[in-house]
């Protein structure tokens, strides 16, 4: 199988302001692989930087083994990856239909309905909201719809930034097993930073804890949950 999307010695940030480090990263085919670490240690960054929202200094990134290093946003959703960012994924004075239909603008009319029945089958609870504004549902809800845009240009990875944020924990859990069902049912490549860590590690394979903006583990999800130093130091599992 080996990775579908990888990074290899990254330093990246904002302008002059360097905030990764010699970041790489190897995403497996198929895989969930969460993303973790203290506020403001760069996760965000990092799922920035891969969609081509950073400055990259040095370093590269590949996915299916083409270098697209700088490629800018438009480029890489196009090649098949889809970023949920941390906040403002939706139009919340747009409806669900008017909200799916944007996120699929440049598909062709009978492949946007292809993958609009494809969208409802996952998710056929959007079905009872299709016309209503997206602001009037809740934080759930609301995941469900960025979730379906997502979906709706038929990526292979999946790039989610605290899917689970502003949710209510019971909330979190579901949208959560949402996006292990994306996985499971139709075989896309998760990425997932998340704040409630333990939900994130329960659900991957693999893990990478980030501190102020380096690796500082990479390895299997399990062995981190239950490391008996950086759960403590880092994640605040107890
Ligand atoms: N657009 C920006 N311009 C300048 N600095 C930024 C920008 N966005 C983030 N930063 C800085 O980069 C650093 C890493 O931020 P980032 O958002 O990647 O962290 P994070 O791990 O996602 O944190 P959180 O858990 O709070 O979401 C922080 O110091 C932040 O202030
Ligand atoms: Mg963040």
Same mark, same amino acid.
């Given at each position: 199988m080996g990775a579908i999307l990888r990074t290899e010695n990254i330093n990246a940030g904002y302008g002059k302001l360097q905030i990764l480090f010699d970041v790489s990263v190897d995403f497996e085919e198929n895989g969930i692989t969460a993303i973790v670490g203290p506020n403001g240690s760069g996760k965000s960054t990092l799922l920035k930087t891969i969609m081509g929202?950073?400055?990259?200094? =040095? &370093?590269?990134?590949?996915?299916?083994?083409?270098?697209i290093t700088g490629k800018p946003p438009h480029a890489v959703t196009k090649m098949g990856i889809s970023y949920l960012p941390q906040v403002g994924n939706v139009f919340t004075t747009l409806t669900v239909y008017e909200n799916l239909r944007l996120a699929g603008y440049t598909l062709d009319e009978s492949e946007l309905n292809d993958r609009m029945e494809q969208v409802l089958t996952f998710f056929p609870v959007l079905k009872d909201y299709m016309?209503?504004?997206?602001?009037?549902? =809740? &934080?759930?809800?609301?995941?469900?719809?960025?979730?379906?845009m997502a979906l709706i240009r038929n990526p292979k990875v999946m790039l989610f930034d605290e899917p689970?944020?502003?949710?209510?924990?019971i909330l979190a859990k579901k949208v959560v097993g949402e996006v292990k069902r994306l996985r499971d049912e139709l075989g896309i490549t998760i990425v997932i930073v998340e704040q409630i860590v333990k939900l994130a590690l329960e659900i991957a394979e693999e893990a990478y804890l980030l501190v102020s903006g380096s690796v500082r583990y990479s390895g299997s999800a399990k062995e981190l949950l239950n490391h008996p130093d950086f759960g403590k130091m880092y994640l605040g599992i107890v």
């Open positions: 929202f950073t400055r990259i200094y =040095s &370093g590269k990134v590949y996915f299916e083994d083409r270098d016309e209503k504004k997206v602001g009037r549902l =809740s &934080g759930g809800e609301r995941q469900m719809v960025a979730m379906g689970s944020a502003n949710l209510a924990p």
